[in-house]
């Protein structure tokens, strides 16, 4: 078995990493100096026109919220960490502080006719991250991180939730070259199913 540590260090520092990301989400959402208001009517015109942005920012927000969730429980499973287990999670908070750039890539150019390269590049990101759902989950399995049988079952199955999200994103990054804003609706409502879903769980748990 690899060289184990404590998972709180690691926790509280992948906290403070998810806590950054949230926050710079809403950092390109502005109003562009280049706007001129000079009335309630260009005022709102003018939140109309950031629309797109807004809606990138609360759909990213919600990603990152439930992936931080995600990352919470993962870390329930076992009492300590591998330093593979320490690298694979490297790579799934590189995923997650990546998500700011496509975000704010996917306001901007939504409703545009460049739109395509927008949304490839958000879901390849979402394809990725599963990557690194799947390498946290294969470094646990491999280290024998799991806490007890049940804890490491969750494990594998986190595993297997991992590779269907690799193949749901990789195919809806595919399928946005062709038809971008199709794809950005069904992204936007697979999250929401995977929002309601975890709080439906959570309750039923409790």
């Known amino acids: ?5 404590t998972s709180s260090r690691l926790e509280t520092f992948c906290d403070g990493v998810f ?3 949230l926050t710079l989400l809403i ?3 502005r109003i562009p100096a280049s706007e001129k208001i000079e009335s309630t009517a260009d005022f709102m015109q003018a939140l109309k026109h950031i629309t797109p942005s807004i809606f990138a920012f609360l759909l990213s927000f919600t990603i990152i919220l439930i992936t931080w969730v ?3 429980n ?6 300590k960490v591998s ?4 690298y694979a999670n490297g790579f799934l908070l590189l995923t997650v502080v990546f998500i700011p750039f496509p975000s704010s890539l996917v ?3 939504i409703l545009t006719d460049h739109a395509a390269p927008a949304v490839v590049l958000y879901d390849g990101t979402m394809a990725l991250q599963a990557v690194g759902w799947i390498l946290i989950t294969q470094a646990a399995l491999k280290d024998h991180l799991g806490k007890n049988e049940k804890a490491t079952l969750q494990i594998r199955r986190n595993g297997k939730f991992g590779v269907f999200a690799f193949a749901l994103y990789s195919a809806f990054a595919i399928l946005a070259i ?10 936007t409502i697979t999250w929401i199913f995977w929002l309601v879903w975890g709080i439906r769980l959570k309750h039923t748990g409790n």
């Open 19 to 21: 806590a950054i990301a």
């Open 74 to 79: 993962s870390l329930k499973l076992g009492y």
């Open 107 to 109: 306001g901007e150019h």
């Open 27 to 29: 950092i390109d959402v």
């Open 178 to 187: 062709w038809f971008p804003l199709v794809i950005a609706a069904i992204t």
């Open 83 to 86: 330093s593979l287990f320490i």
């Open 70 to 72: 995600n990352h919470h």
């Open 1 to 5: 078995m690899a060289e184990t540590t």
